[in-house]
């Protein structure tokens, strides 16, 4: 499959599970993001897909950045110029769901398919990631 395929079956995937019930073989994390921390309800996984429910609890924008890295959550490098973790440098991002979906008191969701490994969950708005919007993840 190309990866445009992937990216539109997980758009039609997240969709369908917008439905009331979960989906075979499909785990679903709930992610809360405020100022400035990023909590879920589970931190490990079984490998597969993997459906991110997010919710803005805070007051401003965040987002929601999954990165496939062997880095702990709290020692991506930080560029001090740009006040935002090297993403990139770190690893891989495997999806985002940008600000302009997850302002105040809004839900979003993603469905990755997630390999087994170590992830960062983060957010890089400007000085988010520093001030501790970043988690460790696991898939098994
Ligand atoms: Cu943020």
Do not use: W
């Not at 400035?36 to 919710?55: N, S």
């Not at 987002?63 to 880095?71: F, G, K, M, N, Q």
């Not at 520093?130 to 696991?138: E, I, P, S, V």
Request: aromatic share 4%.
């Amino acid at each position: 499959m190309t990866r445009r395929a992937l990216l539109s079956s997980a758009l039609v995937m997240s969709l369908a599970a917008c439905r009331r019930g979960g989906q075979a073989g499909v785990t679903t994390v709930t992610v809360e993001l405020g100022e400035y921390y990023i909590k879920v309800d589970k931190a490990e996984v079984p490998a597969g897909k993997v459906r991110f429910v997010a919710k803005n609890v805070g007051q401003m924008e965040h987002e929601l950045i999954v990165l496939r890295t062997d880095l702990p959550a709290d020692r991506l490098l930080y560029n001090e110029a740009e006040q935002k973790a090297e993403e990139e440098q770190a690893g891989e991002v495997l999806g985002e769901i940008e600000p302009e979906d997850l302002p105040p008191g809004k839900t979003a969701d993603m469905t990755l398919d997630l390999t087994a490994g170590h992830y960062v969950l983060l957010c890089n708005i400007p000085t988010h990631y520093k001030q501790g919007m970043h988690l460790d993840f696991r898939a098994r």
